[in-house]
Each structure stands twice: as structure tokens, then as C-alpha cells.
């Protein structure tokens, strides 16, 4: 196993170019300033890089279960319109990633959704942008929904129930405001029943594993004892399902370190430490226009990431670069791996038809809801 493991990282290592981009600027970064190596430990927040992985093994166990086979295939059976599946989807997307991260939601209800297009007429590339929509207005509200909340919860110190009610007006605005585009750019026509393959049975014993240690581990995370909880999980699958260690998308978590690592280079260039240390003097007007802005030019992780180095860790910082998961697809690196499976070229362009008027109302909505709630 450790060698098929060995081999999949290897493998993602020329693959993802997204982890090949950010290895090239820690490197150029680096040779400007060799003796910054010896911080690439300190650089890298340990307690949020377990807190993904247990999600990301967790998510993968269920997955390994064969329940979201089962469940794929029941919600096939059961609607039979456009518009009501369209709906059922954007809301399954927006509910799963509230409790997985919004990326791992999409692993999920993209390839489900891929399947459909053996259904007769259904647009399945207009599906799966408002997915990647649904993810990122979902997963906002709680610490676990998306990376850059994993980061602020960690780097706040509140608890789950504080950070989640702070985010409630956000999401609840965004999701209506998705929930009704979504009703007017479907039609209410009928779509063919499909002949499904048979399925998997579903492995109780695993499942039931996986639903308990997710309680554990959140209870870990929340108690500060994230090691713990991660040990915990590994053990658990270790016993039941061992090759879900080798099947989750380890990438990920080396783009995140790379990223912890690249951001840290950044802002200890000499040019740039006056022009970060500024930011705390921004007004809130101000800070929350940057956290937007740079969502969009650089991703909303590493924005955070930026952010946390100089700003307190705020509910006006976490709206931002939430918000700043919609407008262009680099926004999010949700955005990225729904287009990518998606396998259209032309969804591009037309992801961003629907994602920069989003991101617009969601900004004026987010502005507003702070004005109220501050």
C-alpha cells in the first residue's frame, strides 16, 4: 500500500498543474531567499491541513460505502422532470458541501450528474455550473464547508455554533438568490427514465464506522486535539476500507502546503511587507473589497491565507473571501474542478455568464448583511 501511495502522489506531481504552478513560484520565491527553508515548517498550519485530510478520508470512506451510489440511483428513479431535478441537485450540492468541503461535494454530484446525459434534452453543462455555484454558496456556512473557513475557524478560536451563526444570513441570501435563478433557467419538462447499471451493495459496517468517527473528529477539531481525531479516522479505516488511503486526492492537500508555504515567501519579500502591513489600517469598506479583489486574481484560499497574516481573523474577512468564490473561476478551486470534470470546452465561457452578475448581487447582499448585523 505505501507503495501504490508512493506512486500516486508521484503521479499527481506531473499531472496537477495547479500544484506544478505553485511548486515553479516557491522555487523562484526560494532562490530570492535561500535561508527562508528553514520556515517552510512554521509556515504551513498544521492543525487545518489535518482537519482536510480527516474530511478528505472521511468523505472517501462513505463514498467507499457504496450510500451515495445507492442514493444517486433512488433520487434517478424518483424525478422525472428538469426543473424539479435541477432544483433536487443544486440543493444537494449546496447541503453536502455545508459539512464536506465544497470540492469533495463536488466529486460526488458532478459525476452523478454526468451520468444523466443519457438522459434525452437535459443540459447537463448548465447542471454542473450551478453545482459548483451551490457548493461554494453551501459550504460558506459552517468551518468545514471549504478550505478558507477551515483556515479562519482555526486562526478565530470560536466555536463551530459561533462561526455557523455568523454565516447564516450569507448563505441563507445566497442560496435563495441561486434557488430562484435556478427555477427560471430550467424548464418544467419532462426527461426520460434511464436504464442504470446494477449498483454496489452498500457496506454497512463501513458506513456506520465513518458516520461515528465524523462525530469524533469534529469533536476533536473543536476540542483543539485535531492529531487525535486524524488518528483516530486512519486507524478506523485502516481496519475497514485501507484503500481509501491510497484513493483520496492526496494533490490536494500538497497544493494546500505549497500555498501555506508560497504565501508565506510573499509576504516576507522586503517590497511587500510595508504594503501587507498597511492592510490593517484599511477600513472595513476597504478590506472587503481587497478580499474580494484578490479571491478573483490569486483563489480565495490563498487570499485568506494573505489576509490572516495581517487582519484578525473577522466575519468581515470570511464574507469576503467567500464571496469571492463566485465571479471568475479562479475564484474558487471549486469552480476549477467542476469545469475540469465537466470535459466542455464551451463551459467556460458560460460559467461566467451566470458567476460574475452572481458574484455582483452577492457582493451588495454580503455588504448589506454586515451593515445590518455589525
Not at 28 to 50: E, N, S
Not at 53 to 62: A, D, E, F, Y
Not at 280 to 285: G, Q
Not at 296 to 322: C, D, E, G, K
Request: hydrophobic share 60%; proline share 5%; net charge positive.
Amino acid at each position: 500500500m505505501v507503495k501504490t501511495l508512493f506512486y500516486r502522489v508521484l503521479r499527481g506531481l506531473f499531472h496537477d498543474r495547479l500544484l506544478q504552478a505553485l511548486l515553479l513560484v516557491g522555487v523562484v520565491l526560494t532562490a530570492l531567499h535561500p535561508a527562508a527553508v528553514r520556515t517552510f515548517p512554521a509556515a504551513v498550519d498544521w492543525p487545518t491541513i489535518m482537519t482536510l485530510l480527516g474530511l478528505l478520508l472521511l468523505t472517501k470512506g462513505v463514498e467507499s460505502s457504496g450510500f451515495f451510489d445507492l442514493l444517486g440511483r433512488a433520487m434517478i428513479r424518483r424525478l422525472h422532470r428538469e426543473r424539479p431535478l435541477a432544483l433536487f441537485l443544486v440543493a444537494a450540492a449546496a447541503l453536502l458541501s455545508t459539512f464536506m468541503t465544497n470540492d469533495v461535494a463536488l466529486f460526488i454530484v458532478v459525476p452523478l450528474t454526468i451520468t444523466l446525459k443519457k438522459l434525452s434534452a437535459l443540459p447537463v453543462t448548465r447542471l454542473i455550473i450551478f453545482e459548483a455555484l451551490a457548493v461554494n454558496a453551501g459550504s460558506l456556512l459552517t468551518p468545514i464547508g471549504n478550505p478558507q473557513n477551515i483556515l479562519l475557524w482555526n486562526r478565530a478560536g470560536v466555536s463551530f455554533a459561533a462561526f455557523t451563526g455568523q454565516m447564516l444570513p450569507l448563505m441563507a441570501v445566497s442560496m435563495a438568490l441561486l434557488l430562484a435563478l435556478t427555477w427560471f433557467s430550467f424548464r418544467a419538462r419532462p426527461i426520460k427514465a434511464v436504464q442504470l447499471p446494477e449498483g454496489v451493495a452498500c457496506r454497512k459496517p463501513l458506513l456506520m464506522t465513518c458516520a461515528v468517527l465524523y462525530g469524533v473528529f469534529l469533536v476533536s477539531v473543536e476540542l483543539g486535539a485535531t492529531g487525535y481525531g486524524l488518528l483516530a479516522v486512519l486507524v478506523g479505516l485502516l481496519l475497514l476500507a485501507r484503500r481509501v488511503l491510497v484513493q483520496i486526492d492526496w494533490g490536494l492537500i500538497l497544493v494546500f502546503i505549497a500555498m501555506f508555504i508560497d504565501i508565506r515567501l510573499l509576504v516576507d519579500l522586503p517590497p511587500l511587507r510595508p504594503l501587507i502591513a498597511q492592510l490593517a489600517h484599511l477600513p472595513e469598506s476597504g478590506l472587503y473589497l481587497l478580499g474580494i479583489g484578490l479571491s478573483q486574481l490569486i483563489s480565495n484560499v490563498p487570499a485568506t491565507i494573505l489576509l490572516m497574516n495581517a487582519v484578525p481573523s473577522t466575519a468581515l474577512v470570511a464574507y469576503a473571501v467567500n464571496i469571492g468564490g463566485f465571479g471568475l473561476a479562479i475564484g474558487s478551486l471549486a469552480n476549477l474542478i467542476a469545469l475540469r470534470m465537466a470535459g466542455d470546452r464551451r463551459i467556460w465561457l458560460r460559467f461566467h455568464l451566470y458567476s460574475l452578475p452572481f458574484l455582483l448581487v452577492s457582493a451588495l447582499a454580503g455588504w448589506g448583511l454586515l451593515a445590518l448585523t455589525g
